[in-house]
């Protein structure tokens, strides 16, 4: 693979985002170089659950044959279990989006956009190449200096940089833009089991005051177990043991306690992550932009990651083509041409972490009494009729989606 000196759009980061939008801008005939740091798909943190609209949208735009061709699995339902009793649920057939959350591991995912991007003449991916710096002409970026996986230094100048390159990106840190880190007051240890046949494929959170798991149904045949632990906490669980952590999980969700005995061994098959959100005032400049959780880092609670990367990637193209028409071949292009993309998609954004942290708080809650209210809480808005429109308008708001990217799927319809 030869990485141009010189392109139209250079997409940083491989990852949902990314690797979505060097296919989209590909199939608009742009010139695309999306530069990864890895050469391998595996991902350090990873969704693996689609939302609903994400999955209307990619089926759109064409992936629907590739997604099928793959396997999935599809998550019927969610529910909230709080100190033993059912309080809340959500039947995801109920809601105004003719698909499901659909689970689907994230490296497939990027590679279905990979695969489709690669047939395309305009579009470069650079395997192992990370940015390490930016190129700037005064206040305008101008391209970025990569890293190759030969270990060579290469500048690629570009009309438009694309920051993709996830929660702690380089791009973002090298133009100088500050985010605010809000460290959650939880992180979480994660780990798989295989799903017994009868389990089915509705989600849970099972929540015992303030200790809480989510218990996700996997493709193709594993459930995907969160449990929450206070910040810094992983030294006091450690010197616990894994026998008590082991227990500890059991005591929560009984139905996981012979899962456990059999599969989980020591603290090598759990994984930990710590949960923070990051926010950006600043999401472009002349020649820069920043997209999915470069400019928006969210916490896991209710899996809207992947979804947020998705939308802002569709959103983003039409103007990312519309601002490379305006100016001179060479331009950066400007950041007003962008500005009207962060308006539409800080809203949306706002709406999910506003719907997060009412969540985290209130999983957070400890004593006998707000336990009890948050209960009651959530028993009176699972009895309320206007639940799927309220849950609605975080989990299935659809996405728009530029005809012109419809059009060019149903010209292709054998490279998707
Ligand atoms: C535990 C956990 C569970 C989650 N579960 C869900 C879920 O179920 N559903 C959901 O929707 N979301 C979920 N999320 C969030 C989701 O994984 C992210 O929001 C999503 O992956 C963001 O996509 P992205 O493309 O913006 O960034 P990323 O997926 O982080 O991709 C960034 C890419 O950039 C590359 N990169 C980084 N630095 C450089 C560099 N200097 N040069 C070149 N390349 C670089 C990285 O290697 C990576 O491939 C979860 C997150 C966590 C932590």
Redesign the pocket.
Known sequence: MTIPNETDVLV????????LLGCLLARRGIDVVV????THLD?????????AP?VVTLRRLGFGPALSAHGYLETTAVSMRMEGRRVFSLDYGRFDVPALPTDIP?PAL?KIFNDAAATLPTHTYASG????SLLRDGDAIRGAV?RTKDNERLEVRARLVVG????????RKEAGIDARIHPADRD?L?FKLPRPADWGNEASLVVERNKHLVV?PTYPDFLRV?HNLPKRGMGELRKEGFDAFRAGIAAIEPRLKPLIDEHLNSWNDTGF?E?FTAEVDEWTRDGLVL????SH??T?IL???????IQ?TVCITPFIARALKHGTAKSPVKAAELAPFVDLRRRHKALVTRFQRRQETALAQNTHLATALRRAKFQALDRLPMKYRLFGKVLSTPHPVDPVDLGAARQEPAAV
């Open positions: 940083v980061g491989g990852g949902p985002a990314g690797a530069a990864e740091k890895q991902r350090e943190f990873r969704g693996e659950t689609l939302a994400s994230q990027i190449a990370a940015c390490v990569l993709a390159d996830g929660r702690f990106s380089k791009v979480f994660s996700l969160g992550l949960i997209i999915g959780d470069a880092t969210c896991p899996g809207q990651g992947v979804n947020l990367a802002d």
